[in-house]
């Protein structure tokens, strides 16, 4: 299966916890880690990014580069649902995946929640026009766009998934000029999390006003990054 506009080809991949993701052929890339989906987006996104700020804020906004499968975005819904907690998530998607795609995917399948079947349909069927909702505590829009082109509010943000490629397969995306736009999109005291630790990705952030540090990775990936808008 190719997507038109995606100028990368696919494949299915199961991961070491089950969960499926997808691999870039011909390329060292991946939409999640090999050594296990579900794990790596639960420990970078979920419990570096979103576990620190649910409670503290009564409409959190959140904003993911890459809404890709996902499991990330499924995964916030799931905690928004459990704690109550209102999250308003804009995704950035500039190659949405085909539902051919979405289907073969078995993340629903990883969870015991009734609702999650309904809830991956819809997560893929969101666009920019309004916010889809789910269970009334989670909302999602995604903006088909590509990073580069977007507009962004101002100091508007708490929390953002930076879930790109990574900067051998897409440099331009690890730029000062992005980060710089994404952090003025933050408001003060606000958290960006990637899975990503290299050293350059991160003099690049504090280049854009982030402060930086290094939180211990999920199996098989020794160091993350979180970084604060200051
Ligand atoms: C690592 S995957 C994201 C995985 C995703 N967060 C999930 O939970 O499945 C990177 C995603 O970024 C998207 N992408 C690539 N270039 C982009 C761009 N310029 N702007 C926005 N998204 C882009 C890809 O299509 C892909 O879905």
Not at 60 to 86: R, V, W, Y
Not at 91 to 120: M, R, T, V
Not at 178 to 207: D, E, H, N, W
């Amino acid at each position: 299966m190719t997507e038109p506009d995606n100028p990368f080809k696919l494949e299915l991949f199961q991961t070491s916890d089950g969960s499926h993701t997808l691999k870039l052929i011909g390329k060292d890339e991946q939409y999640h880690s090999l050594n296990g989906a579900m794990q790596e987006s639960q420990h970078v996104f979920i419990s570096a990014g979103l576990k620190p700020l649910l409670h503290k804020n009564d409409k959190l906004f959140l904003l993911e580069i890459g809404l890709g499968t996902g499991l990330n975005a499924l995964l916030t819904a799931k905690n928004a649902i459990d704690n109550q907690c209102n999250i308003y998530y804009d995704a950035i998607e500039a190659y949405p995946l085909h539902k051919e795609w979405i289907s073969e995917l078995n993340h629903p399948d990883l969870f015991d929640e009734e609702w999650i079947g309904k809830a991956f349909q819809l997560i893929h069927s969101a666009d920019e026009k309004k916010y889809v909702n789910i269970e009334n505590h989670f909302f999602i829009k995604c903006l088909r766009q590509k990073i580069q082109e977007v507009i962004l509010k101002e100091q508007y943000y708490h929390l953002v998934y930076f879930d790109a490629f990574g900067p051998d397969t897409q440099p331009e995306l690890w730029t000062k000029e992005i980060f710089t736009k994404i952090s003025q999109s933050m408001r003060p005291g606000a958290i960006l999390v990637t899975y990503c630790a290299k050293g350059a990705v991160r003099r690049t952030m504090k280049a854009a006003g982030l402060q930086v540090e290094k939180l211990a990775g999920p199996p098989g990936k020794r160091e993350i990054t979180r970084a604060v808008k200051i």
